[in-house]
Structure formats: C-alpha cells, structure tokens
C-alpha cells in the first residue's frame, strides 16, 4: 500500500509539471487558458486526500506499535508467573505427605487456642480469673511446728524438747484463687479490682487430725482506678495489698511486686514487705520511666525485750485477758505458763481486757491482740526503669514514717515515740532473658514487723515510755533462666537488732545480764528455759533451688520445685556467750497453673 501511494503521488506531480509546460505557450488562446486552471484544482484535491490516507495509515501503524509492544509485556509476565508456579510446584513435590494425624493435630491445636481464652467478659468488663493448685512437702532438721510458711524463730535445744526431732508434713495450704475485673470507662479512665485469697488461714476448730478444714485467707483485695495521659499516668489504690515499701520489676504497678521464687511461704529473712490495708496515689512521668508514690497504710507494733511494765497499756487482746495475766508468746512445745518474759513477743502486763462486745465479735477471740496506733505508716517512694544497652534496669528508694503509742493507767496520759525507715533496691538484667540479679536493703528504727522474720519493733523503759529499736536488713539473689521451662536461683538474707539498753541496762532488748547457760541443755521441766534468756540479734538465712516448667500449653502450666535452706538464729551476748542454733529445711513442690 505504500507503493502504491508513492506511484500516486509521483504521478500527480508528474501532471501538474506536464501541465504547466503546455500552458505556456497557450498565453495567446484565450478558451485554454480556462481550462487550465480547472484541471490543476483537480489534481491538488486528490494530492490532499491521498495525504490524508497517508496520515491515516500512518496512525493505525503507531497503535499496532502499541498495542504489541503491550502484548509482549503480558506476555513477559505471564512467563514470570508459570516459573513462579512451577517452582512452588516443584517445592510442593519435595515435601513429604502430610498424613491425616498431622491434620487432625493441626485443626485439634487451631481449635484448643480458639477456646482456651485466659479472659471472659460480662457487661463490658474483662474479667482475668488466676492461682495456682500446690501440693507440697516439708522437712526441717529442728521441728518448730510451722506449716508452709517459717517463723525463723527456730528454738534452742533447751526451750523446747520437740527440737530435738525433725519434722516432716504435707501441705496444700498455699493454693491460691485470685481474679481480676477490669472496665475501659473510656480512652483515658480504667477501672479494676483485684481479689487473691489462699488457705493458710485456720479457724479455732482448724487442725490436722482428720479433715484438715483450713480456712481461706485475704491476701489481697483492692481496687484501682488508672487515669492515662500523653507521657504520664495518674494510679490510686485503695484496700489490701502489698506494702508500697515492697520491691517491685515495672514501675508501681500492683501485681508487679518482686517476691522471691522460693516455695517457703514466708520468703527469706531480709525481704521487707507487708501484705495489709491503705490507700495509695501513684504517679508516673518521662513517659512511664520516672515513677514517684505515697502510701498511708495500716499499723501495728510488735514489742520485745523486757517489754512494758505493768500498769501501762500498749496492746488489747481479743482473748479478754486481765491487765495483770497478759499474753506471752514463745516457741513450739512450751509452757507459756512457766517462761520468763524475756522469752515473749507481747510481754507479761501489756494487755488489758477487750471492750465487750467489740473487739472480742470481730477478731480471734484465741491470741489475736491489737496494739495501740492513732497513726498510719507513711511510705514515701521514687522509681526508676531504663534501658541500658539492651539489659533492664529497675532502680528504687523508699522511706517510712511510724508511730507507736502507749497509756498509762490512771493518769489519762497517753505516750507516743517515733519510728522510721529508709531503704531501696535494684533489680538488673545482667543477660537479657537469661540472668536477673537484685539486690535490697532496709535500715531504721522500728521497722522490725517489715521484715520477713518479724523481729520487734520497739521495747520500753521501766516508765512504759517505748523506744524505737535500730535494726538493718538486707537481701541479695539471683536468678538463672537456663532454659525457657527450667528457672535455677539463690539467695542471702540477713536481718539484725542492735542492743537498746535502758535504765542503766536493767531494761531494754539485748540484757548483758540474761541468763543463756542452759540453751543447749535440755532437762525434764521446761522452768529450766531461764537459763536461755536473750533476746534475738541476728537472722540469716542461705536458700537454693529450682523450678520446673515441664508442661507449658494452651492448658496451663504445670511445675514442679524443690528448695533447700539454712537458716541460722542468734542471741544477744549474755551470760554465758551469745548462742545461736540453725535449721535445715527442704521443700518440694507440685504446682498447677490452670489461667
């Protein structure tokens, strides 16, 4: 076709240039020079069209340029796509059967994490059910007559004759039920309550005969409510929980509180903590870094050495006992009756009767005393968490201010003295994910109760006015996360009195004039426990052991732990020495996690 537009085209030209030749010399004829004219006009318009046509062929062939060069395109990837399948194919032929086993696993596992849901919900509110089931088994070297939580107030040979023995018992009283609600009131507000209860309560009519009905206990019930801003938070608590002066991993937050892992309910011997009554109001800042609480809390005092006199009132029992006979508390398998008062906790004369009606309807009626307090603790407290090259570091300080109160008989006078603490810790994850080491200290004056083996507070002069007693506590451990199902740790406790000596040193804890000749030696009476008189200086203990997770699944948690510890008791020097005794203690224990 284009040929032949050429040929057109040239022939075109070819007559208009004939043309012109033969009307040259036509400039005498006046018809032909009409008709020239006409004829030019003629083959100028089919000059036109045929360019036309030219243009016209020429933008169909640009469109078919087009429309191949997007045809090759496709084809390209369609090309891409075949090798891609083909490779999958390939792959796919590679791999081995799967047999109806491994389906039905599969579609088993799907269907188990669907269900297995650690919340439910109702009317809006998330609720977090929690606890753990324990069987555990107990061994001590010494027998002191405790279940799953020690009193570290182990007994020398010559206050008590069951010492002499070991002691071996099960226990599941350390079962825990815990459940936790939650309501988003909205973007900024969270409202929560948290209640953990345990059975290591035990009624009057508790014991391990033959049914072994202990009791539930509070641990914690409180509620909460969060206040959320750009970069800082507002937090109150309100009810039963951790002491604030207890160590914690995140910030303030409760349920974040770092207890030691052993399975010994009472922990270690310089682990400061309080599980009792308060409000608090939490603040954090430098988005969520820098935290900074106040707490005013429940109070209580625990006295010790010679103890108040008679005549001056520091302490209400619920058993309604007289002013004169008072409440002597000492070790397992005595006589209270027949010890002197150096062996007590509440001392001979410091109880008076319980009002009628009130104090003896709401508590214990069997041993249960109230000091006497006007004044909450205040707990002052500053956290810090930051990163450091990829470890985690928690960093806090705290102080607490007490106070303790006494009244004398018959003068309408009543005493206060003063107590403080000040102490902090730091938890460090020296390898991320595998190693955690932390370290705490406590120091002050009457601060005994904080402290895991509950060493006394305060003693008194021979006026009943009390003094605050000086007192340290410390705590170091570690622990190994060596595999993710096997955790190994150790820790080192240690909380120790210093002397207070009153009245030309007639009074006070820590007599250098007690009497601790006869603390290894037993005879047939328990009378002869005068001659082991001092008051405790020193509790430390060393612990080890090991947690493990062998089951973790859409079901739960299942481990199980073993633990070992010694502990060691010594006395104030006295005559005769300064004494101490030990004990070894073992435990084991099956725990089940079922949220």
């Known amino acids: ?68 060069a997007e045809t090759v395109a496709q084809v390209n990837t369609t090309q891409a796509q075949v090798a891609n399948v083909q490779t999958q194919v390939q792959a796919v032929a590679a791999t081995p059967p799967v047999s109806k086993a491994q389906v039905d696993t599969q579609i088993a596992t799907a ?16 609720i977090t059910p929690g606890g753990f089931l324990e069987a555990a088994g107990i ?45 988003q009131v909205n973007p900024n507000t969270k409202l929560g309550m948290y209640t953990e209860l345990d059975f290591q309560g035990a009624a009057q ?9 202990y009791v539930p206990r509070i641990r914690n019930v409180y509620g909460t409510i969060d206040w959320a801003r750009d970069g800082y938070g507002i937090h109150f608590l309100a009810g039963q929980n951790w002491s604030l002066l207890t160590m914690q991993s995140k910030g303030m937050t409760p349920r974040a509180e770092v207890t030691p892992p052993q399975i010994d309910a009472q922990y270690i011997p310089g682990f400061a903590w309080a599980r009792q009554p308060g409000v ?73 009767a319980a009002p009628s009606g009130s104090f003896q309807q709401f508590y214990n009626g069997v041993g249960s005393s109230l000091s ?80 895991s083996a509950g060493l006394p507070d305060v003693t008194s002069d021979a006026a009943g006015n009390l003094h605050a007693i000086s007192e340290f506590m410390l705590l170091a451990g570690a622990t190994l996360h060596a595999t993710p199902k096997l955790d190994v740790y150790g820790f080192a406790g ?20 007690a009497n601790n000749t006869g603390c290894f030696v037993e005879t047939a009476t328990t009378t002869t426990t005068s001659t082991c008189a001092g008051n405790t200086r020193r509790i430390r203990q060393v612990t080890a052991g090991v947690w493990d997770k062998f089951y973790q699944g859409p079901f739960g948690r299942a481990q199980i732990g073993f633990q070992w510890s010694y502990t060691q008791r010594q006395l104030f020097a006295g005559i005769g020495g300064e004494p101490q005794t030990h004990n070894n203690m073992g435990f084991v224990s099956f725990r089940y996690y079922p949220f």
């Not at 625990?302 to 070790?331: D, E, K």
């Not at 004398?408 to 994850?429: C, L, P």
């Open 205 to 213: 009519t508790s014991n391990s005969n033959q049914s072994n009905s």
């Open 111 to 126: 269907i188990n994490k669907e269900h297995h849901n650690d919340k439910f919900y109702f009317k809006g509110i998330t």
């Open 280 to 352: 608090r109001i939490v603040g954090d800042f430098m988005d969520h870094k820098l935290w900074v609480g106040l707490a005013a809390e429940n109070p209580q005092t625990t006295f010790g050495g010679t103890g108040v006199p008679a005549g001056v009132v520091s302490v209400i029992n619920g058993q309604g006992l007289s002013a004169a006979s008072g409440t002597i508390t000492c070790p397992a398998g005595t006589t209270a009756a027949t010890l002197p008062t150096s062996c007590s906790v509440s001392v001979s004369s410091t109880t008076q």
């Open 372 to 451: 006497l307090n006007q004044v909450p603790d205040v707990i002052g407290k500053v956290a810090y968490e930051a990163n450091l090259a990829g470890h985690g570091v928690h960093v806090e300080g705290f102080g607490i201010y007490r106070t303790f109160s006494t009244h004398v008989d018959g003068t309408q006078t009543n005493r206060d003295t003063h107590g403080f603490g000040y102490g902090g810790s730091i938890n460090i994850q020296v390898v991320p994910k595998i190693l955690d080491v932390q370290f705490s200290g406590i120091g002050g004056r009457g601060i005994g109760r904080y402290g």
């Open 494 to 513: 240690e909380e120790q009195e210093y002397q207070k000596l009153l009245n030309g040193g007639t009074t006070g804890l820590g007599l250098i004039t």
């Open 1 to 68: 076709m284009t040929i032949r537009i050429t040929l057109l085209a040239t022939a075109a030209a070819g007559s208009l240039i004939a043309t012109g030749a033969y009307a040259a010399p036509a400039k005498k004829h006046h018809a032909a020079a009409h008709r020239a004219p006409s004829a030019n006009s003629e083959l100028l318009q089919e000059v036109k069209e045929l360019r036309a046509q030219v243009e016209e062929l020429r933008a169909k062939v640009d469109t078919t340029s087009s429309i191949q």
């Open 139 to 183: 061994y001590r070297s010494r027998f002191q007559g405790d279940d799953i939580a020690s009193s570290f107030a182990i007994p020398f040979p010559g206050q008590s004759h069951p010492s002499h023995t070991a002691e071996g018992r099960f226990s599941a009283r350390q079962s825990r039920v815990s459940l936790l609600a939650e309501g």
